[in-house]
């Protein structure tokens, strides 16, 4: 047995200096080495009970994996991972793991709890630098399901399912395949051929995937049953549809949705010199929101070469992007103007932006979502000079697949409602992460992606 690592704090992680970083869109975080990842594992006790795992939305077998670190076998470490996260390096990269596994781990009582997340992105990185071995191909059970968006839900249900033998055939609309996890989020947090490969992972399952296709469009849910005979439909189209302030100004030149802002500069490459798309940031940019989403567009449009500040109408307790996205933001020189609000963006005559007028906010009670509920304070009206306004408050999903499949029932805000095994009001047809819960994580997706590819495994079999 590895000797224990007594020591209080986690390995840190080797990281671009910030002053460097936020001038390209290379990869922030550069990984642990071997030594580091066999030192960190060496701090997991191995509990008796393993807090972690319960708070894992997908149920990795982590100490497990974690003892197959400390002893240097890292493709057995992987080989454990994989059995319940066909996508270990993104997890490794994007998860809230301060929210989930690790606030649960027994290290973190006293001190910080073990790195769970660097180690699984160790682990994955190493399996794809180094493994020459070809995933055992599932004997087929000659059942068809066909997955609608392939973005992490997608994902997740189709390697589940493909595990099990099914012919799985995911439908991307966009020429590329990987959902948020290309268009939404950017290089330097996830780079994109991290998402390749592990797309290519599922390929060598014998997943198919068809890219622009619109399914709503080119084909409907209908079509997929009757036309080409799946047996199931999951849907996993994500939510793609940005919300507005409805505030006025909002159609001046100048002003974005996160989604626009980022689709543009994560999947058009916006940012090179010899884009076909590119981007008007200017020199001055308010980024409204204080999600992840909006960290990430602060440090897009920070990279472009803009003075960047958040606006959000809560403090910074109430900020609901991880902790370690807000400091790398900080770090790189992003403001944060908090307890703001904008309620009007003024323009210049030729119809550009030139002024965000903003109220200050103060905290009274909490409202339904538990957080302090922001309150304008009188007279406190100011403006801020910028030249380019990014909305991210949020997503709701795209009505194009409600609009075409008679009988399947959505929430008014368009989320599409299911059972808590992704059931929707259709027979064989199932829905998850953001198509369902509006913008969340990317392991909550997966857990949903999960939970569907079992409920539609037992439905076949049923049948």
């Known amino acids: 047995m590895a000797t224990i690592n007594k020591s209080l704090v986690k390995n840190e992680m080797p990281v671009q200096p910030a002053d460097v970083r936020n001038r390209n869109f290379s990869e922030v975080a550069l990984g642990y080495t071997k030594d580091q990842a ?38 057995t470490a992987y080989q454990i991972i994989n059995k319940t996260n066909s996508l270990p390096a993104i997890c490794g990269r994007v998860c809230p793991q301060e929210k989930q596994c ?16 660097r180690l699984e992105r160790f682990v994955a990185d190493w399996h794809i630098a180094n493994s020459t071995t070809e995933p055992e191909i599932p004997k087929s059970n000659g059942h068809k399901v066909a997955i609608v968006g392939s973005g992490p839900a997608g994902l ?55 890219t622009n296709m619109v399914i709503g469009k080119i084909l409907s849910i209908d079509e997929l049953f009757d036309e080409y005979e799946f047996k199931a439909v999951f849907i996993g189209s994500g939510a793609g549809l940005p919300m507005f302030m409805n505030i006025p ?18 999947l058009m490459k916006a940012y090179k010199s010899d884009s076909d798309t590119p981007i008007h940031c200017g020199a001055k940019v308010a980024v409204v929101g204080g999600g992840n989403v909006a960290m990430d567009a602060a ?15 809560r403090s910074e307790a109430e900020l609901p992007a ?27 005559e030729d119809g550009w932006v030139k002024e965000l007028v903003c109220l200050k906010m103060k905290l009274s009670e909490p409202d339904a979502s538990g957080r302090a509920r922001p309150v304008p304070i009188e007279g406190s009206e100011h403006k801020l000079s910028v030249d380019c306004v990014i909305m991210s408050i949020g997503t709701t999903p795209n009505p194009l697949i409600k609009n075409t499949t008679e009988g399947l029932a959505t929430e008014k805000w368009g989320g599409i409602i299911t059972d808590e095994d992704g059931l929707t009001s259709r027979k064989g047809v199932y829905a998850g992460g953001d198509a369902v819960t509006g913008a969340a994580t990317v392991i909550l997706a997966m857990e949903a992606g999960k939970k569907a590819a079992k409920a539609i495994d037992d439905y076949i079999k049923s049948k």
């Open 38 to 75: 066999i030192d960190e594992a060496r701090r997991c006790l191995n509990c008796k009970h393993k807090p972690c795992i319960e708070g894992c939305p997908v149920n990795v077998n982590i100490p497990d994996f974690i003892a197959e670190v400390a002893n240097g076998n890292f493709e």
């Open 299 to 313: 440090r897009c449009a920070k990279r472009l070469g803009a003075d960047v500040t958040i606006v959000y109408r």
């Open 322 to 348: 991880r902790l370690e996205e807000i400091e790398h933001a900080k770090e790189e020189g992003i403001n944060f103007n908090l307890l703001t609000n904008p309620i009007e963006i003024i323009g210049t």
């Open 102 to 117: 690790e606030a649960k781990c027994v290290r973190g009582i006293k001190g910080e709890p073990v790195g769970i997340g």
């Open 249 to 266: 100004g909002e159609n001046f030149k100048g002003v974005y949705s996160a989604n626009e802002f980022l689709t543009r500069i994560n």
């Open 156 to 210: 997740t249900c189709a390697g589940d399912l493909a595990k099990l033998g099914y012919e799985v055939t995911i439908f991307e609309a966009f020429h590329l395949a990987g959902g948020v996890l290309v268009y939404g989020i950017p290089e330097f947090r996830l780079p994109k051929h991290i998402v390749q490969k592990e797309i290519d992972g599922l390929k060598k399952l014998n997943v198919k995937i068809e």
